[in-house]
């Protein structure tokens, strides 16, 4: 399944170079104003110039975004080399054929909707958008604000839309104050930084905070097949209040009243499911046909898979920060929990477990969509920050790092033909190092499997 998930990316982007190659031989690009910058290309445009140039009016206040956009791009930095490097070394440690086959795969790191898995086409062609124009607008108005030439604008595409860019003069970057260019560079993932953070107060501070718990009792996580549960119209979402006159609360509570019960049993139950209550009986069936284990024959059997998490996800949902940063890392790896455990708490069927409260609660439908829509340009905003901030040529992040082992080595009086050529061979050992922490999981993930 692997190889042939592979083969078809590799047919996908061979296809899409094969035609670009030809439109570009043929002079259709150049006609379109299209070039291509690698494997990518770049439809240039005049429109928006404008609005950048009026936007960074604003001086004082940008130089004063762009000093701090410096401080957070340097700290972010520390903190996600140090991850990489803890990632590398807990791997090396603890690997093993079960947890190599669970390293994301090449579909999985890909930022592509329909080729990655965990990410919804519709909410990542959003979040996507959202993020390229904050992250290009803002190298494109910090360098208006010091003034630079913007010569172009434009979309750069591979198969669809992956970014934007603001072409700034290439001559003018390169001679402006050194501090004057490493505000530009650092503007656009701390903007990133800035719309994610926002986005997640909106999400957990103000959407969450009108969501409740639709019933007290426990949940359904699942229904075993041609199980009682099943008979009655338990699913997935549905709450179940109380069994044979006892209150169910929590599992405790669910275990010790299906204890009391025996095979055959006719008992009374109460549950939650899609807004209203029932109240029903269930004939229980014999434990031991399911489980097939001595010690269950003759046990009462409803067959659902109890749990409460949802009543502590909501929590999560509600303050990430509760218990940081376990909670937030909870709240962002949420999706790998749609693809490896089936469910997502913001996501159905999980979101029947909740009612809305409040300007939603007649449309609850509408409120999931925007929650979502806010989660995923949260999501998508921290990742491209977050990438960007690695000290790697041609990140921004490497670009930033570039300029500070100028200023160190101007600083020791090095030569200018000495400085470029040190300057040039670390910052391509740093790059190939990070882009090695980087893709290490993919490298265990495949040729673990070979070697062993």
Known sequence: MLSFEIFLIILIIALYVGIIVFLDRKGVLKRYNISLYGPFLMI????????IYRLSRKKRFWIWFGNISIVVCFVTMVAMVLLLLWQFWWLGEHI????????????????????????????????????????????????????????????????????????????????????????????????????????LL???????????????????????????????????????LEI??????????????????????????????????????VKLADKYTFTKDEKDRGKGFLGVGPTTGYKYELSILKNPFNKFPGSFLYLYVMPLSTFFNGYNPITEPYTKFYEIKGIFASS??????????????????????????????PLDGGYLMQDVLDSVLERFRVKKDKKEKITKVVMTSISLLILFLVIYPLLLKYAYSLLH
Not at 44 to 51: P, Q, S, V
Not at 210 to 236: C, M, N, T, W
Not at 249 to 259: G, K, Q, R, Y
Request: aromatic residues 10%.
């Open 44 to 51: 240039r445009t005049e429109k928006g110039k404008d609005l």
């Open 364 to 393: 609850p439908n509408i409120f999931w969509s925007l929650a979502n829509a806010i989660y995923w340009i949260f999501w998508l905003n921290l990742a491209v920050g977050l990438f960007n901030v690695l000290p790697m040529i």
């Open 244 to 281: 044979n006159g006892s209150k169910i609360s929590n599992i405790d509570d669910f275990f010790v009243a299906m204890n009391k019960t025996y095979a055959n049993q006719t008992v009374p139950i109460k549950f939650y499911k899609n807004g209203k209550t029932f109240n029903t009986s």
């Open 96 to 199: 093993t054929k079960e947890v190599a086959e669970k390293l994301p795969g090449v579909n999985m790191v890909l930022i592509i909707p329909g080729v990655n898995p965990i990410l919804p086409v519709g909410y990542t062609i959003i979040a996507i958008i959202v993020a390229i124009i904050f992250h290009e607008f803002s190298h494109g108005i910090s360098g208006a604000s010091q003034g630079l030439e913007i010569k172009s604008m434009g979309i750069l595409a591979f198969i669809f839309p992956v970014g934007a860019f603001v072409e700034p003069d290439e001559e003018e970057l390169k001679k402006i104050e050194r501090k004057k260019r490493m505000r530009v560079f650092a503007s656009g993932p701390a903007m990133n930084l800035l719309v994610s953070i926002v986005c």
């Open 202 to 240: 909106i999400f957990s501070f103000i959407l969450m905070n009108s969501v409740s718990v639709a019933a007290d009792g426990v949940g359904v996580r699942y229904i075993v097949k041609d199980s009682p549960a099943q008979s009655i119209g338990l699913e997935f979402g549905s709450i179940i």
